[in-house]
Nanobody, 124 residues
Framework: VQLQASGGGSVQSGGSLRLSCGAS????????MSWFRQSPGREREFVAA????????YYADSVKGRFTISGDKDKRTVYLQMNKLKPEDTAVYYC??????????????????WGQGTLVTVSS
């Protein structure tokens, strides 16, 4: 299984970006695809998750109301629409996938498959 993330860049505070993550290989119909991020000097943290089977979505409190995760099952791609970006959103964003949903989907150790990361920089 390979995950390919794209869409990072530099924006000013209040701006928007959309990240994409495409999966090749594997079967994710019962699984979950998520986004994590890591800022310099900080541990990687959960951002958002999409459960394919039910289309349920989950968000970290810090991004609720600003970020939206969605997916196209046919394209095996998950998206992260990021609006009202803040300087504290600056980080390398990683997509991750599991073939089976886990209740602790927010824990990075649950994920076997990771994309390469894409940098998002938000300036004030």
């Amino acid at each position: 299984v390979q995950l390919q993330a794209s869409g990072g860049g530099s924006v000013q505070s209040g701006g928007s970006l959309r990240l994409s993550c495409g999966a090749s290989g594997g079967t994710f119909s019962s699984g979950v695809m998520s986004w994590f991020r890591q800022s310099p000097g900080r541990e990687r943290e959960f951002v958002a998750a999409l459960r394919w089977g039910t289309r349920a979505t989950y968000y970290a409190d810090s991004v609720k109301g600003r970020f939206t995760i969605s997916g196209d099952k046919d394209k095996r791609t998950v998206y992260l629409q990021m609006n009202k970006l803040k300087p504290e959103d600056t980080a390398v964003y990683y997509c991750a996938a599991r073939t089976v949903f886990a209740v602790n989907y927010y824990a990075e150790y649950q994920y076997s498959y990771w994309g390469q990361g894409t940098l998002v920089t938000v300036s004030s």
